[in-house]
């Protein structure tokens, strides 16, 4: 790992680990001030609006990051795409929000996916400034752009769940969120669609990006297709505390094999034509995370009562069972 890399992948630790922290910190102190049941109705309708942002990207930031050379119309192509997706995504889920409430037996939350759906958009507009950093190795301005994101995002929350608004809380938090971090990055970054849109270029990276695709909303569905069925055939109470209890056991998962994969990727992009280096080096951090993230499962799992009691308060204390659960699954697939 040379000096480039090194750079890279620090601070690529300190945006995983300062994002994912505050994160784990406002979402502990919110769940002070909010019910079990707030927690499990956003948990029912972020299935959508998570499902929809995988769609809305396709996979070609990744295309866009394996390619050797890059030329403005491939940006400007991948990004009127990803906007149009995301509109399009975001009206249909406008649209059908009466049928998914009603899906859910969840009447209230049609408001809801209409507001929270607003993000999906704003993501959209920030996935080329996020791309033009990563091939550049450039995780230092990403780290602080999130992290402030992250932070002043929650410290919203804070104010309106002390004011009782509940679930709006989260909602506004998760919108708000990623329009400040969307207006930050492209302030910051500067980048403009100088290029022309290319429909040939577009098939190009969609030829690369569909698998991508496939496997990350079969990623999603797994994922989150036990927040619908313990929301809907049970209650949203029951979701909030298998909510909570996933995000505490996913932290120091996710967070190491994001912060790997994204400093990895445009890394192994260009060793595709050594397949030997190539998989040797996967192997080797599939290795490394697996190795440091044992320890932090079985320990999470022998303490939970302890854990959710003391971090989240007597009110959770039923989501113990759900997190020595997901505790165990992280055991076994803590790099997937």
């Excluded at 402030?148 to 919203?156: A, P, T």
């Excluded at 909303?217 to 209650?235: E, H, P, Q, T, W």
Aim: aromatic share 16%.
């Amino acid at each position: 790992m040379n000096v480039r890399e090194f750079k890279a992948f620090f601070w690529s630790f300190v945006d995983g680990v300062g994002s994912q922290g505050s994160q784990l910190i406002i979402t502990i102190l919110l769940a002070r001030l909010l019910t079990p049941a707030d927690f499990g109705i956003i948990g029912l309708i972020s299935v959508v609006v998570y499902l929809s942002n995988v769609i809305g990207n396709g996979g070609l930031n990744n295309s866009l990051i394996r390619k050797d050379k890059l030329t403005a119309d491939d940006f400007t192509s991948v990004f009127i795409f990803n906007i149009s997706i995301g509109i399009l995504l975001y009206v249909m889920i406008f649209l059908s929000s009466g049928f998914l409430s009603n899906f859910l037996n969840l009447p209230q939350a049609e408001v809801y996916f209409k507001i929270y759906a607003l993000s999906i958009v704003f993501t959209a507009f920030e996935q080329i400034q996020r791309v033009k950093l990563t091939i550049d190795l450039n995780f230092k301005t990403q780290a602080k752009i999130t992290l402030f994101s992250v932070i002043l995002s929650g410290i919203v929350a804070l104010i309106l769940a002390k004011l009782g608004f509940g679930v709006w809380a989260l909602i506004i938090q998760a919108v708000f969120l990623s329009v400040i971090r969307c207006f930050i990055f492209w302030y910051v970054i500067g980048w403009r669609p100088t290029g022309h849109f290319k429909m040939p270029l577009l098939l190009e990276h969609l030829s690369f990006g569909y698998k991508l695709l496939l496997g990350n909303v079969i990623d999603v569905a797994y994922r989150y297709m036990f927040n619908l069925g313990i929301g809907k055939f049970y209650s949203v109470t029951d979701l909030g505390f298998y909510n909570q209890a996933t995000k505490l056991t996913e932290v120091p998962s996710m967070t190491i094999t994001t912060i790997v994969r994204r400093v990895n990727y445009p890394i192994i992009s260009n060793l595709r034509n050594n397949k030997k280096c190539y998989f040797n080096n996967l192997i080797n951090i599939a290795s490394y995370i697996t190795a440091i993230y044992l320890p932090v499962s079985l320990w999470l799992s022998f303490n939970s009562h302890n854990i959710i009691s003391k971090l989240l308060g007597e009110k959770w204390v039923d989501a113990s069972p759900f997190f020595i659960d997901t505790s165990y699954s992280f055991l076994y697939c803590p790099f997937f």
